[in-house]
């Protein structure tokens, strides 16, 4: 049996450094962390050298080109919904 955690984001005001520290504390127990990107790969071996070997990227397959922001239909339906802008 294979002990392994999947952290798709952090949170970095939540504990000190968010899930990734979390999950380093706990690396020696685990077979292998799995991350959705580099950066959160760098992140984990930031935080603890030791985790290096054992992280894996598994990309979560978002299509950037197709989810674009888009400023003008934001500032559209937070005008229909009265919502204020800076909120």
């Known amino acids: 049996m294979a002990f392994v955690d999947y952290t798709h984001t952090e ?3 939540w504990r000190e450094g968010g899930y990734p520290r979390v999950a380093c504390q706990f690396s020696e127990f685990l077979d292998r962390h799995i991350v959705t990107s580099n950066a ?3 992140k984990f071996i930031e935080m603890n050298k030791a985790t290096a070997s ?3 990227v598994c990309y ?3 299509d950037e080109q197709f989810w674009q922001a888009d400023e003008e239909n ?3 339906v937070r005008r229909e919904m009265e919502v ?3 909120g």
Do not use: F, T, Y
């Open 54 to 56: 054992k992280i894996k």
């Open 74 to 76: 934001r500032r559209r």
């Open 60 to 62: 979560i397959n978002v």
């Open 11 to 13: 949170e970095p005001g």
């Open 84 to 86: 204020a802008d800076d």
């Open 40 to 42: 959160l790969a760098s």
